[in-house]
């Protein structure tokens, strides 16, 4: 489910089957590549930027308008095109949950 850089531990965790981002639990630095399953299907990409440690890293594209999914749940809608491999973050997302605005 996860990319593996040296070692056991993984760089991104994939936290279900449906969702269009990965979460960085190193920080990637750009052009760090990465490998998910993502609903039975491998999914190949690069960090486009810097993702820092905690972040998203976008896993499937997403259009304007289009949710972006985390926990297999909406958790914001993207506010411009959102390729794979690019930073998932409160300059690129929209969130309605808890009036919080961003996500």
Avoid: C, W
């Amino acid at each position: 489910m996860a990319n593996r850089p040296t070692g056991a531990r993984p760089a991104v965790l994939v936290l279900n089957a449906l969702d269009t981002v990965a979460v960085a639990v190193v920080p990637l630095p750009p052009g760090t590549p990465v490998t998910v399953t993502r609903g039975g299907a491998t999914v190949h990409t690069a960090a486009a930027a810097l993702i820092p440690f905690a972040h998203k890293i976008a896993i499937a594209p997403m259009g304007a308008g289009d949710p972006v999914v985390k926990y297999g749940e909406v958790i914001g809608y993207a506010l411009t095109p959102i390729q794979p491999g690019e930073h998932v973050h409160v300059h690129n997302v929209r969130s309605d949950r808890a009036g919080a605005g961003r996500a």
